[in-house]
Structures are given as C-alpha cells and as structure tokens.
Nanobody
Framework: QVQLVESGGGLVQAGGSLRLSCAAS????????MAWFRQAPGKEREFVAA????????YYADSVKGRFSMSRDNAENTVYVQMNSLKPEDTAVYYC????????????????WGQGTQVTVSS
C-alpha cells in the first residue's frame, strides 16, 4: 500500500491559478500510474487527469483540457496538477489516485487514494 497526501488546495478567484501536489510514500512510485479526480457536492466523482508511470503520457477530461496540466517528479515521489483559468464549476474536492496496471478514467480502476483537498473557485 502507498500513502498519498494532497496539498495546495484553497480559495481562488475565477480566472486564477492553483497548483495541487500529491506526495506518495513508498519505494516503487515509478511503477504507479497516477490520476486526479474531483467530486463536487451532490455529484459523482469525475476524472480530471492521468499520467503514465514515466510521465511520458498525459490525459485530460474534456472539461479541463487546455487549462490543466499534470506532471510528475519521480525523484521526489510527487505528482502535480497545474490548474489555470479556473472557473467556479471547478470547485470540488480533488483526490489523488494510483494504480500499477494502467491508465483509466474510471474511479474504480484505482486502488489507492488520498484524503482529498478542497478547491474553491469564487465568481
């Protein structure tokens, strides 16, 4: 089991930027595919972005494509999502997730999850 700890959430005005970090414990971080999901009140958890083990491939939900950018630093066991041009509809709890078998946009495809960090975008 890997431990995932998100940070960087907070309050930002519409049009602003925020960078979330997810720090992973363990010694096999470079074997994990990583992803970000988000969940707003009353809504299902939805896919945001994913990145392959080496960081060579990234995938984004249509709702964030062009605004969000995911990256990873395997030397630091950390993944990031840079969020630009934020909109009120981006308001949600953001979760970091990991698996060892492949990239997927389905929450059930990930074995490990962080506790979440709140992102609030004011209009």
């Amino acid at each position: 089991q890997v431990q995932l700890v998100e940070s960087g959430g907070g309050l930002v005005q519409a049009g602003g930027s925020l960078r979330l970090s997810c720090a992973a414990s363990g010694r096999t971080f470079n074997n994990y595919h990583m992803a970000w999901f988000r969940q707003a009140p009353g809504k299902e958890r939805e896919f945001v972005a994913a990145i392959s083990r080496s960081g060579g491939n990234t995938y984004y939900a249509d709702s964030v494509k062009g605004r969000f950018s995911m990256s990873r630093d395997n030397a630091e066991n950390t993944v990031y999502v840079q969020m630009n041009s934020l909109k009120p509809e981006d308001t949600a709890v953001y979760y970091c997730a990991a698996n060892m078998f492949g990239l997927t946009s389905t929450p059930g495809g990930y074995n490990y999850w962080g506790q979440g960090t709140q992102v609030t975008v004011s209009s």
